[in-house]
């Protein structure tokens, strides 16, 4: 029995292909171009802001993929700590690698103490710090550091000269809505993140493996 034979194409889909192949060959020029003019290897800080999910779970990607490429890794996290999360409980499981300390007692509508909220930020500021001073750690993470400055639990004088003094190829991750204007300036990468939907609004309530 014969096999069925593909339909040629016509000649306006070979016009067109033909038209995406020579965009898609000026456009790779113009990327290589730009590629072989970032010759620069550095340590950088990426802040990811705004009011959209997928902050912490974009910063925690980033560990994986340090981790990877057998980096090791410091992570601290403001405000989150009331609540072990799957993140947490993975990252673990990789002692030698991943250092991962949570040192908040939860959302600040939850504590209710600013005291209190200030004496944790400022001891989770120390364990960063140690991070921040150590050139064997190639990528910390900051996990919701932007909450801590938004409510003045740190100093970001401080904060901002503590990352600007870390050693030259460590990159810093820093995450959490409301990051200040002076972070954002000293920054490499800013990534905002905004809303368009969320299971939240429509009675959804946060679910393992999805938001915690």
């Known amino acids: ?14 016009a067109l292909n033909e038209r995406h192949r020579v965009r898609m060959e000026r456009k790779k020029a113009i990327i290589d171009a730009k590629i072989a003019a970032a010759d620069k290897a550095i340590g950088i800080i990426i802040v990811n802001n705004g009011n959209g999910k997928g902050k912490s779970s974009s910063g925690l990607g980033m560990v994986m993929r340090a981790m990877g490429h057998g980096m090791k890794v410091g992570v601290v996290q403001f405000i989150k700590g009331a609540l072990e999360t799957g993140e947490e409980k993975f990252l673990r499981r990789f002692p030698d690698e991943v250092q991962f300390h949570a040192m908040g007692e939860g959302y600040t509508w939850n504590t209710q103490n600013r005291e209190r909220d200030i004496e944790k930020a400022l001891l989770a500021w120390e364990q960063a710090k140690l991070f921040l001073a150590d050139p064997t750690i190639g990528l ?5 550091l932007n909450i801590a400055l938004k409510y003045r639990y740190l100093d970001v004088d401080v904060v901002i000269a503590d990352l600007l003094a870390r050693p030259v190829m460590q990159h810093v991750v820093v995450t959490g809505r409301g990051a200040p204007q002076e972070l954002i300036d000293i920054a490499d990468t800013v990534t905002e993140m905004a809303v368009v939907k969320h299971a939240f609004k429509a009675g959804i309530g946060a679910q393992a493996g999805t938001e915690w």
């Open 1 to 14: 029995m014969s096999q069925p034979t593909a339909a040629l194409p016509s000649a306006d889909t070979l």
């Open 140 to 144: 910390v993470l900051l996990d919701e």
